[in-house]
C-alpha cells in the first residue's frame, strides 16, 4: 500500500470521529497560544529589562556606593580617578528638601548633576530627548524640575518653565531658583533615586548651598573600554573593601537568573495543558483502539501486516496535531503582532518620549493591554514541533495494543 493510502485513511478515521478530532485540535490551539505568550512574556521583559540597564548603566560604567558604616567623600572621587584605565569619575550628590512652588509645598529630591549624569538616568543621548517643556540647560540659578514634583497626583501642573521657587535646604535657609525646564516622565529610578521625584541642579551649586562637606551618595565610574571594566572593580573592591561596587554584568546575572526562573515557572503552568493534551489523544486513541477492533481484523484478513495498523493511529495523530500546531503557531503570530515587541517599549527610561512617541503607536494596536511579547523563529518551531511530539508518543501506548492483538480475537469482537 502507497503511502498516500495510509494517510488517506488515518483522514477518513479522524473525520469519522470529527468531535473528538476537533476537541484535541482546539486544545493544541489552546496550548500553543498559552505556552507561546508565557514564554513570550517572560523573553520580552528580559530583554526590556536588559536593554534599560545597558542604557543607564552603560557597558562601559562601575558604580561605587558607602557601605553600612562608610561613607565617601570628594577625596575618594579624586582617587578613583588615578585607577587605571578609569576615564571619569563623577560624584553621586543628592539630599531631601521641602520645595515651594506656585504656593505649593512639595518634597523632593535635591540633584547635584551634570548633563552627562541625568541623559544617563534617563537613558538618553542627549539632553533634550529627556525635557518636556523648557530649554535642556543645567546652570546656575536654574533648576530642571522632575515630572511628579511639576505635576500633582491628579495632573494639575504646578511648575512651569521661567517660574520661581523656593528650596528650604536641611539647614533651614531658603534658596531661590528659576525653572529651566520640565523633565519627561521616567519609569524607573536607578541607585536608589526616582528622577521623578527629583529637581536637578548644578553640581558645584550644590556643593556649595547644600553640602559644604563633600560627602557623596556614590560614584560612577566610567571606564575607556568595556573589556577593561573586571580589572576597574577589582581595583575598586580592594581600595574600597567596606563599601558596594556594582558593574552591568553583576546586575544582569541577577536579572537574568531572576527572568529565566520566572520563565520557566511560566512555561510550566502553560505546559501543563499540553499534558492534558497527551491525556486527550492516549484516551482517544484506547477508544479508536477499542471501537475498531473489529475492523482491524477485517484489515489484517484481507492483508494488512501487523504495523499497518499502529502505523495509521499514529499517522491519524500526527494529522491532528498538525492541524492543530499550524493553526495554534498561525494565531499566536497573529496575537504577537499585535502586541508591542520590546523595541517598542525603547523610550529613555520606559517613560520619556520614545515610550510617548512609540507607545502611542502601540496603544493604537492594543488599547487596553501594553505587555512586551518576544519569540525568535526557533521559539515558534519548538513550540509548532512540541505538540506534534507529544501527541505522536501518547498515540504509540494505543497502537501497539492494537498491533498485539491476535487477529481471530478482532474478528471475533463484537
Do not use: C
Amino acid at each position: 500500500m502507497r503511502v498516500s493510502d495510509y494517510f488517506k485513511l488515518a483522514w477518513s478515521a479522524a473525520w469519522e470521529r470529527r468531535g473528538r478530532t476537533i476537541g484535541a485540535i482546539v486544545g493544541i490551539i489552546i496550548a500553543i497560544v498559552a505556552l507561546g505568550l508565557a514564554i513570550g512574556m517572560g523573553q520580552g521583559y528580559k530583554v526590556l529589562t536588559t536593554s534599560f540597564f545597558e542604557r543607564v548603566f552603560g557597558t562601559n560604567t562601575v558604580f561605587l556606593f558607602p557601605g553600612q558604616n562608610s561613607q565617601l567623600t570628594l577625596t575618594d572621587v579624586y582617587e578613583v580617578m588615578n585607577i587605571p584605565h578609569v576615564t571619569n569619575a563623577i560624584p553621586i550628590l543628592s539630599t531631601v528638601a521641602r520645595v515651594n512652588i506656585n504656593g505649593h509645598e512639595v518634597t523632593a529630591t535635591i540633584i547635584g548633576a551634570t548633563e552627562q549624569e541625568i541623559m544617563q538616568l534617563y537613558g538618553v543621548t542627549s539632553l533634550s530627548n529627556a525635557i518636556l517643556a523648557g530649554a535642556p540647560v543645567l546652570s546656575p540659578g536654574l533648576a530642571l524640575v522632575g515630572y511628579n514634583i511639576a505635576f500633582t497626583s491628579t495632573g494639575q501642573q504646578i511648575a512651569y518653565p521661567g517660574q520661581v521657587m523656593v528650596i528650604t535646604t536641611p539647614g533651614g535657609s531658603e534658596i531661590t531658583y528659576t525653572v529651566g525646564a520640565i523633565m519627561q516622565q521616567s519609569g524607573i529610578g536607578v541607585i536608589g533615586l526616582n528622577p521623578n521625584n527629583a529637581i536637578f541642579i548644578d553640581e558645584n551649586t550644590f556643593l556649595s548651598q547644600f553640602d559644604p562637606s563633600g560627602t557623596v551618595d556614590g560614584i560612577i565610574v566610567y571606564v575607556d573600554s568595556p573589556n577593561n571594566i573586571n580589572y576597574v572593580t577589582d581595583e575598586l573592591k580592594a581600595m574600597f573593601p567596606m563599601d558596594q561596587v556594582l558593574n552591568l554584568s553583576t546586575l544582569l546575572s541577577s536579572i537574568n537568573q531572576f527572568f529565566t526562573v520566572l520563565e520557566l515557572f511560566l512555561a510550566f503552568i502553560a505546559g501543563i495543558s499540553f499534558v492534558i493534551i497527551g491525556i486527550w489523544m492516549f484516551d482517544t486513541m484506547m477508544l479508536n483502539v477499542i471501537q475498531r477492533t473489529r475492523e482491524f481484523g477485517i484489515m489484517r484478513a484481507v492483508g494488512f501486516s501487523g504495523r499497518s495498523i499502529p502505523l495509521l493511529l499514529i499517522i491519524e495523530a500526527a494529522i491532528i496535531a498538525v492541524i492543530g500546531s499550524v493553526i495554534g503557531t498561525a494565531l499566536l503570530m497573529a496575537i504577537v503582532s499585535v502586541f508591542p515587541s520590546p523595541s517598542s517599549f525603547m523610550g529613555p527610561a520606559f517613560g520619556g518620549p520614545g515610550r510617548v512617541a512609540r507607545g502611542a503607536a502601540a496603544a493604537a494596536a492594543s488599547p487596553s493591554i501594553m505587555l512586551p511579547i518576544a519569540l525568535t523563529p526557533l521559539d515558534f518551531a519548538a513550540i509548532f514541533i512540541l505538540p506534534i511530539v507529544i501527541n505522536v508518543i501518547a498515540a504509540l501506548v494505543p497502537a501497539l495494543r492494537a498491533m498485539r492483538i491476535p487477529p481471530a480475537q478482532t474478528l471475533r469482537y463484537e
